[in-house]
């Protein structure tokens, strides 16, 4: 009897942007800059929750980017060390993310108590900023899920 054995391996180059869940790092890194942004752009409330929620899309945003870019360029080799960095990471944004999310979504429902008209467009940019976390979280979810699932049959 012979029996198969699979080798799973990081892609690199273009094929990168055509492998799953590689190809997940350009819905990250729009969603979270986009929670980047309306965070940024809004009116901060609550300085701590809101300030992790900034610390928490920068950094992932800026490890997304870093990963991209040296997975585009090959610079794992093929080694499966790298597998293994690649759960690390995604597995940490997952579980950072979920924190901000539930934050932001915290300092809105605070702002919601406030009924000043002029913290109508300050609740709008929170409400999205809470929506573009949560869809940040979901993808790095599933990211670390089939991330998860490459390591193990590697």
């Keep these: 009897m012979s029996s198969a054995t699979c080798t799973i391996s990081l892609p690199s180059g273009l094929a990168v942007l055509t492998t799953f869940p ?14 980047w ?21 920068v950094l992932c945003f800026l490890m997304s980017t870093t ?4 997975y585009l360029c090959g610079v794992h ?7 293994t960095w690649d759960v690390i990471c995604q597995g940490t944004a997952a579980l950072f993310y979920l924190s901000a999310a539930v934050l932001q979504a915290y300092v809105t429902y ?20 809470v929506v573009f976390a949560f869809l940040a979280t979901l993808t790095y979810v599933i990211h670390t899920v089939y991330s998860l699932l490459r390591w193990k049959l590697a």
């Design 22 to 35: 590689d190809v997940l790092f350009i819905p990250e890194m729009i969603f979270g800059g986009l929670v």
């Design 37 to 57: 942004i309306l965070v940024a752009s809004a009116k901060v409330t609550l300085s701590m929750p809101q300030g992790w929620v900034m610390f928490v899309s």
């Design 67 to 70: 990963l991209l870019c040296l």
């Design 77 to 83: 080799g093929g080694s499966s060390s790298w597998i």
């Design 110 to 129: 605070s702002i919601r108590s406030l009924s000043a008209t002029s913290l109508h467009a300050i609740y709008q940019e929170n409400i999205a900023a």
